[in-house]
Nanobody, 124 residues
């Protein structure tokens, strides 16, 4: 059974930085692409970033240049470095493991395991 546990969220001010971590247990972490999603209050879950098993990355346009996704396969961990945070980044952030199937990476239905989420609150 695969488990994903996020950490690193918190309450910060506009312009600050946070680094989220997601530790995986079970399965073969290095073989899978990993995604980050977020859900703000009253809004639908949205794609944030994705990293392939080999380290290539994809970002949603609103975070490109501010957020960086990375992974450490030796630690079974994927990170989301968030810089220049804005109030609109306030959300619960989730990591997820993408299934080894075709198609894109922004559709949450392509992911089979999800973490419990970590809250990020950005105030001005």
């Amino acid at each position: 059974q695969v488990q994903l546990v996020e950490s690193g969220g918190g309450s910060v001010q506009t312009g600050d930085s946070l680094r989220l971590s997601c530790v995986a247990s079970g399965g073969t972490f290095s073989s899978y692409g990993m995604g980050w999603f977020r859900q703000a209050p009253g809004k639908a879950r949205e794609f944030v970033a994705y990293i392939t098993s080999s380290g290539s990355t994809i970002y949603t346009i609103s975070v490109k240049g501010r957020f960086t996704v990375s992974r450490d396969n030796a630690k079974n961990t994927v990170y989301l470095q968030m810089n220049s945070l804005k109030s609109e980044d306030t959300a619960v952030y989730y990591c997820a493991r993408r299934q080894q199937i075709g198609g894109g990476v922004i559709d949450g239905a392509k992911y089979d395991y999800w973490g419990q989420g970590t809250q990020v609150a950005v105030s001005s």
